[in-house]
T-cell receptor
Framework: GQQLNQSPQSMFIQEGEDVSMNCTSS?????WLWYKQDPGEGPVLLIA?????ELTSNGRLTAQFGITRKDSFLNISASIPSDVGIYFC???????????????FGQGTILTVHP | DSGVTQTPKHLITATGQRVTLRCSPR?????VYWYQQSLDQGLQFLIQ???????AKGNILERFSAQQFPDLHSELNLSSLELGDSALYFC???????????????FGPGTRLTVL
């Protein structure tokens, strides 16, 4: 099935460094979301973006909804060991009424933080 | 804790068997989504229910079916299981208010299915 193009696939960084990852699509989305998944757990919502150009922060996390509505990025500043996990972008289209539509996911970015 | 519960946490079964996965959405959420996560396919949407009715279908095999009950919990039934069906199965729920600007999905902890 369709997936978003998420990069990088993996990152190995030192504690305290900043991290950036992004997602691109060939088609537009109404909503972009970023989730984090820990081993054996379900994805946890980090940030939701609802308007093109929107820049939203959640603590050390900042995400932006691309102007073209075909891309989004996530930045993590001053990384800490508990940031380790898999980060997924997801796009959603609003189909009208109560049909908000499925989430289309990126392949994920595996983040490793060395103390 | 997202408020979405799934049972069982782990399931080990044999090829050809049938299993049922259960999901209870967050209190007040009317919509339930099922996703499959595998190493080669990533997270893939299977099916959506809203207030008991099927709303959307994704890459769901004919051997798989789902339903949402009057109390809003949902079950995903997988039959004639094959080795390739081994995966994590997630349920997500959302409020899905008519006419709302957006709708956020919250995921349960998943069921890990192993088919031997």
């Amino acid at each position: 099935g369709q997936q978003l193009n998420q990069s990088p696939q993996s990152m190995f960084i030192q504690e305290g460094e900043d991290v950036s990852m992004n997602c691109t699509s060939s088609s537009i989305f109404n909503t972009w979301l970023w989730y984090k998944q820990d081993p054996g757990e379900g994805p946890v919502l980090l940030i939701a973006l609802y308007k093109a150009g929107e820049l939203t922060s959640n603590g050390r996390l900042t995400a932006q909804f691309g102007i073209t509505r075909k891309d989004s990025f996530l930045n993590i500043s001053a990384s800490i060991p508990s940031d380790v996990g898999i980060y997924f972008c997801a796009g959603q289209r609003h189909a009208g009424g109560t049909s908000y539509g499925k989430l289309t996911f990126g392949q994920g970015t595996i983040l490793t933080v060395h103390p | 804790d997202s408020g979405v519960t799934q049972t069982p946490k782990h399931l080990i079964t044999a090829t050809g068997q049938r299993v049922t996965l259960r999901c209870s959405p967050r209190s007040g959420d009317l919509s339930v989504y099922w996703y499959q996560q595998s190493l080669d396919q990533g997270l893939q949407f299977l099916i959506q229910y809203y207030n008991g009715e099927e709303r959307a279908k994704g890459n769901i095999l004919e051997r798989f079916s789902a339903q949402q009950f009057p109390d809003l919990h949902s079950e995903l039934n997988l039959s004639s299981l094959e080795l390739g069906d081994s995966a994590l199965y997630f349920c997500a729920s959302s409020v899905a208010v008519q006419g709302a600007f957006a709708d956020t999905q919250y995921f349960g902890p998943g069921t890990r299915l192993t088919v031997l």
